[in-house]
């Protein structure tokens, strides 16, 4: 399985509702989470064929800012 962090600007229980069907249409997504208490707001997302790019592309189509923190694919 694997895992990536990114930082984004998804901040409130709307941003998440907003992300979700772009999210879910992502067959390689099996899992994602946003901690919006975190300061850098942290979309995890989780996978056995995790494509990065493309959840930054749907989180971006959403209307999001979105940056992968470094060194964390592939846990």
Avoid: R
């Amino acid at each position: 399985m694997k895992k990536v962090v990114f930082k984004t600007n998804i901040n409130c229980g709307g941003c998440v509702a907003t992300v979700t069907p772009f999210l879910e249409k992502a067959n390689s997504i099996k899992s994602w989470n946003v901690d919006t208490d975190s300061k850098e707001k942290k979309l995890t997302v989780t996978g056995e064929d995790l494509d990065k790019n493309e959840v930054i592309n749907l989180v971006k189509e959403a209307g999001f800012e979105i940056k992968e923190k470094k060194g964390l694919f592939g846990l």
